[in-house]
T-cell receptor, first 114, second 113 residues
Framework: GAVVSQHPSRVICKSGTSVKIECRSL??????MFWYRQFPKQSLMLMAT?????????EQGVEKDKFLINHASLTLSTLTVTSAHPEDSSFYIC??????????FGPGTRLTVL | LAKTTQPISMDSYEGQEVNITCSHN???????ITWYQQFPSQGPRFIIQ???TKVTNEVASLFIPADRKSSTLSLPRVSLSDTAVYYC??????????????FGTGTLLAVQP
């Protein structure tokens, strides 16, 4: 199947700093990518839908100024957690849509804010 | 998007068949039923999708009754490596209207030797 990668796989940062997470579709072009957040022992929560060349659509309750999403090319979307705080520590997962339907998920990025 | 209800957890032993049932009473006419598998600290992986009756692939089978208000994921002869969380999603093709996937609580399947 299609492959989606994320970088970094794990990041530790100090409170107040910003962290950028990359999501790449390696062998296909994805006009739409999605970002999820998952806290320990909880389900995935959709944060936003990222469309190439346009502004992301955020789910209710997700601060767009805190979680900056850029989808500048058909194979790359980035999520920047600005001024990160310990409560932002979580597992961030992206997915990329192949064509009009199937989504493929990345391996996730573990963010720990000290 | 239709809400789904699954058991929080299930236990099984190696070699047994496991059936996980998902309730989706408010499923719409054009909704599909999709199941994903997630291992700890990994992204979800697509298992199977169906609309009605029975669907089978190399990994699992999906049984959907005529009223489509529930579905059952069947995993034949599970092994320890099948220990994971299994999510049932209902919506447009591949689990979500316009492909927006809304995950429910999932079922933690624990397979023991």
């Amino acid at each position: 199947g299609a492959v989606v990668s994320q970088h970094p796989s794990r990041v530790i940062c100090k409170s107040g700093t910003s962290v950028k997470i990359e999501c790449r579709s390696l062998d296909f072009q994805a006009t739409t990518m999605f970002w999820y957040r998952q806290f320990p022992k909880q389900s995935l929560m959709l944060m936003a839908t990222s469309n190439e060349g346009s502004k992301a659509t955020y789910e209710q309750g997700v601060e767009k100024d805190k979680f900056l999403i850029n989808h500048a090319s058909l194979t790359l979307s980035t999520l920047t957690v600005t001024s990160a705080h310990p409560e932002d520590s979580s597992f961030y997962i992206c997915s990329a849509r192949l064509g009009a339907s199937e989504q493929f998920f990345g391996p996730g990025t573990r963010l720990t804010v000290l | 998007l239709a809400k789904t209800t699954q058991p929080i957890s299930m236990d099984s032993y190696e070699g047994q068949e496991v059936n996980i049932t998902c309730s989706h009473n408010n499923i719409a006419t054009n909704d599909y039923i999709t199941w994903y598998q997630q291992f700890p600290s990994q992204g979800p992986r697509f298992i199977i999708q169906g609309y009605k009756t029975k669907v089978t692939n190399e990994v699992a089978s999906l049984f959907i009754p005529a009223d489509r208000k529930s579905s059952t994921l069947s995993l034949p002869r599970v092994s320890l490596s099948d220990t994971a969380v299994y999510y049932c999603l209902v919506g447009g093709n591949y689990g979500g209207a316009t492909n927006k996937l809304i995950f429910g609580t999932g079922t933690l399947l624990a397979v023991q030797p």
